[in-house]
């Protein structure tokens, strides 16, 4: 197989280039080459992978170019320059790495605090120019002073422990910390406005969501304790700046330190030339040990999905590791080619999918499984569809999709039974992984049976009656059909039967037209795997 292939559009650190290389992956770096439009565009449709940091703007109609794109890796945090739903439908993993810069992001927030309390920057370009204004600046302890954090995540918890250590009391509000993580955290657990109510300063650490947009909005602006000093180094748009401009000029806020704006670059804010207000150019990440480390983690995650199928940090589908991906992958093989085999049956409209799993496989990270079997069922219908964007389809089509486990499965290890409803009638089948990896089917509509899968495969139903067998197998064989495996099941003797069969060559109209002919045959149809 040939390497896959990335391309970096951004600037990123050369020990990502690097290990791109060691992993034997085909690589190119052109770091100036996101802010040409056109020419990524042009070029895009080569590459199994785009490396991009904020510069890359991936939009839809970009991603209507990428049609080998399988993996766009964001070296950072925020996502706001990919347009997810986008990807996501044309079934494109975006990943990001939410954890190489949090040390450095809450670093510049604690900064950002002393700088506004002290008012550094005031009192540094005064005395540079000359200056000695020592009476203008005076400034407020940080000691004993209540910090409110708006987001205890990642970022915010290593922002509280910084605090506390700084002799800080510190309150959260945050609807997804739990009451034992904020004992840990040495921080008390508070509602929102609870919090503007008593924070002398208050620091965000949430992302940018239809709930946290304007957050601190005018209206929660009002509610603050007056003196209250405002940071921001998450993301613009959770403060209404015009309203806490205005606020900053009548008194009630005493400053604020913002990192990043609404709209951005920033080239005019209403917080811009207030008193006490600190600002700088969205450099939150902006450290060389964050650099670094996040094009470090770039790399290995785009890295791993390639080669192995692991997946970190994907903000549009489930995780699995590396250790779970090697376990994982022959059961989605066969969740797929099963769902497969039962969609290329079905000729209504299917209303539900539901996928039992039995035995070990039950223990294992079901959604790429499951992904897999609705992305096998719906494909003879729909094409486009594959597992990222599987289960949007299904439901964007009304499509029910069900998730069933027990913990035994008979006499076999593991086994998924898949059970399409569709307009018409329910088709259901069952399938293994043996210990070589391969997966088989072993039930078809309550009838056991033993088949593995082959690239051409021919499914008869008939009757259990003498001489089908030599029928069948005398008009395969006169016209010169090459037989890799023959499978054959019963429910009874004289009752309903399924032969199932592997060939080495797609089975012609006129071929199938003839099986049908064969007294015994109730159906007949051609598979393709």
Not at 71 to 78: D, H, S, T, Y
Not at 490 to 510: F, L, Q
Request: hydrophobic residues 45%; glycine residues 8%.
């Amino acid at each position: 197989m040939p390497a896959p292939k990335i391309l970096i559009s951004d600037a990123l650190s050369p020990a990502a280039v690097q290990i791109f290389k060691d992993r034997g992956i085909d690589v190119t770096f052109d770091p100036a080459l996101g802010k040409d439009k056109d020419r990524l565009a042009r070029i895009i449709g080569d590459y199994d992978g785009l490396a991009i940091r904020s510069a890359t703007k991936v939009t839809a109609k970009l991603l209507e170019q990428a049609k080998n794109l399988k993996v766009i890796g964001r070296a950072g945090i925020g996502v706001d320059n990919v347009e997810i739903p986008a990807a996501t439908a044309r079934g494109v993993i975006v990943m990001n790495t939410p954890f190489g810069n949090s040390i450095t992001t809450a670093e510049h927030a604690i900064a950002m605090m002393f700088a506004l309390a002290r008012q550094i920057p005031a009192a540094d370009a005064s005395t540079q120019a000359g200056k000695w204004e020592k009476n203008r600046f005076m400034g407020v302890e940080i000691t004993a002073k209540t910090l409110g954090l708006i987001g205890a995540g990642n970022i915010g918890s290593i922002v509280a422990e910084r605090a506390i250590g700084l002799k800080m009391r510190v309150i959260a509000y945050d609807p997804y910390l739990s009451p034992e993580r904020a004992v840990a955290l040495g921080v008390e657990k508070v509602e929102l406005d609870d919090l503007l109510k008593r924070a002398d300063f208050i620091t965000l650490h949430v992302p940018m969501t239809e709930k946290t947009k304007n957050i601190l909005s005018a209206e929660a602006l009002a509610k603050t304790k007056k003196g209250v000093r405002i940071v921001n180094c998450a993301r613009g748009g959770l403060v209404d700046e015009q309203a806490l401009a205005e606020l900053i000029k009548s008194g009630h806020v005493a400053g604020a330190a913002f990192d990043v704006f609404s709209v951005e670059p920033a080239e005019s804010n209403p917080l811009f030339g207030l008193d006490n207000v600190v600002c700088t150019p969205h450099l939150g990440a902006s450290t060389n040990e964050a650099q670094e480390n996040v094009a470090l983690q770039v790399a290995e995650q785009m890295s791993d999905y390639l080669l192995k199928g692991a997946i970190t940090n994907a903000v549009n589908f489930p995780s699995i590791s590396a250790e779970e991906a090697p376990r994982i992958k022959p059961f989605v093989d066969l969740a797929e080619k099963l769902g497969s085999f039962l969609g290329q049956l079905t000729e209504a409209a299917v209303k539900g999918i539901r996928i039992e799993y039995e035995g070990a496989v039950a223990s294992l990270n079901l959604k790429a499984i499951s992904a897999a079997a609705i992305t096998g069922v719906l494909r003879p219908f729909l094409p486009e569809i594959n597992m990222v964007n599987a289960a949007l389809i299904a439901k964007e089509k009304g499509i029910v999709v069900e998730e069933l486990t027990r913990d035994v499965a008979g006499n076999l290890e593991s086994v998924i039974r898949i059970v399409v409803e569709a307009e018409d009638m329910p088709r259901h089948a069952s399938g293994t992984v043996f210990h070589d990896g391969k997966p088989r089917i072993v039930e078809i509509r309550d009838i056991a049976v033993d088949a593995e899968f082959a690239p051409h495969m021919l499914y008869v139903r008939n009757a259990d009656k003498p001489g089908f067998i030599g029928q069948f197998g005398s008009l395969l064989g006169g016209a010169g059909v090459n037989v890799a495996t023959f499978s054959l099941g019963r429910d009874k003797p004289g009752g309903d039967a399924i032969c199932y069969v592997a060939v080495d060559e797609p089975i012609s109209d006129e071929l199938l037209a003839r099986i049908h002919e064969i007294p015994m045959v109730k159906r007949a149809r051609r598979l393709k795997f």
